[in-house]
């Protein structure tokens, strides 16, 4: 171990007396304050970097500088110095202003402009059938508008809500191209889908004002229009075009981030589901999107888990209990225990427990 040397007191108060009587006149400025006193206190001009003039106001600035850090004077204006003087902290709370508190929000609100949800009103969608409903019905939306309005497509889809299940004609068959993953959408006659993409641009367009007066006029909660938006919704179901020409709508590219974006957006309205930034990365075909956005909940306990398994619970062999299995299961199983129960009453012996006790309830 290393010895410290000891220092006598009187060292210690001689060395603290000489620190303190000697005047600290340096003083730090930054190089960008620098900058900025140094050019506010020169008048603007036009001449050369190198002229006579220039060199003048440098050694200017430069004289101001070793004053200044010789503590003599400063490098800023008087009447920022003087206002700095004005300041008086607050020794109190009255007259401060309140900011992010229950009061502050309450004294925010303005009758004439009620709040309006961005997403879905009631509880975010768990069915899955439901989620994957509402998820073709989105990429439905996006890509009709799209190719109805290729330029403005956009725009016209960035200030809807949620739909109504009238507005998609029955008979839309939904599937991609095996070569270059696009969507490939058929409905029943060409008829049908002018209507379609006429019908929804109005939707777009009116939806949310009609929503707003409906919902006023007949004086319905807003839980219960969304709730019997939920209903009529429904009774509509895709049919999935998967044949020899076509493959499935999992496989449906979604490598355009605008369209990416619109759909995850309009599927956020209809399920109330968010897709976290890794997963909208992630998300580039309509199957790795189903995925981010329906998990099935994993069960509590491993006996659920084993047993949800078929193949594990189809193994002759093997049986999965919920419960510990003890030698009193195995022996009732067979038959046995009622016979060793009653051998064990005989005798005097008793068959679970200690004698004179009670299993739980304490001493008899």
């Avoid at 850090?69 to 109190?92: I, L």
């Avoid at 019905?137 to 949620?162: G, N, S």
């Avoid at 075909?285 to 084993?306: C, D, I, Q, S, V």
Wanted: glycine share 6%; with cysteine; hydrophobic share 35%.
């Amino acid at each position: 171990m290393r010895r410290i040397p000891k220092i006598y007191e009187p060292v210690i108060d001689a060395a603290i007396g000489r620190i303190a009587g000697q005047r600290h006149v340096s003083k730090y400025v930054c190089k960008r304050c620098l900058r900025h006193g140094s050019s506010s206190q020169l008048p603007p001009t036009s001449t050369a970097r190198f002229s006579t003039s220039a060199a003048s106001s440098a050694a200017l600035g430069m004289d101001k500088f070793s004053s200044a850090m010789k503590g003599e004077t400063s490098m800023f204006d008087g009447k920022a110095e003087q206002n700095e003087t004005d300041f008086k902290p607050a020794e109190t709370w009255e007259g401060l202003e309140w900011v992010g508190t229950r009061q502050w929000y309450e004294q925010q609100k303005r009758p004439s402009k009620p709040f309006q949800g961005y997403g879905r009103i009631t509880a975010p969608l768990k069915d899955r059938i439901k989620i994957r409903d509402e998820l073709l019905k989105a990429i439905v939306e996006v890509f009709t508008i799209k190719k109805a309005a290729p330029d403005a497509w956009k725009t016209r889809l960035r200030q809807a809500t949620v739909d109504d299940a009238e507005l998609f004609p029955r008979g839309i068959r939904i599937g991609s191209d095996p070569h270059t993953k696009e969507l490939v959408l058929e409905f029943e006659n060409g008829e049908v889908e002018k209507q379609f993409s006429d019908h929804l641009q109005r939707t777009i367009n009116s939806e949310s004002q009609r929503a707003r007066e409906e919902i006023s006029d007949t004086g319905s909660s807003t839980a219960e229009a969304a709730q019997a938006t939920q209903s009529s919704s429904e009774d509509f179901a895709f049919a999935d075009l998967r044949s020899e020409s076509y493959g499935k709508w999992s496989s449906i590219s979604l490598e355009d981030l605008g369209v990416r974006f619109a759909i995850a957006r309009r599927v956020q309205q209809r399920t109330g589901i968010r897709l976290t930034d890794p997963q909208f990365t992630h998300a580039t075909t309509a199957g790795a999107m189903f995925n981010h956005l329906w998990k099935p909940e994993k069960p509590k306990k491993l006996a659920e888990r084993l047993m949800s398994n078929e193949e594990l619970a189809n193994l002759p062999n093997v049986k999965i209990a919920d419960h510990r299995i003890t030698f009193v299961h195995r022996e009732r199983e067979v038959g046995r225990w009622k016979v060793i129960e009653e051998e064990l009453n005989e005798r005097g012996i008793p068959a679970l427990g200690t004698p004179g006790f009670k299993k739980r309830s304490g001493k008899v």
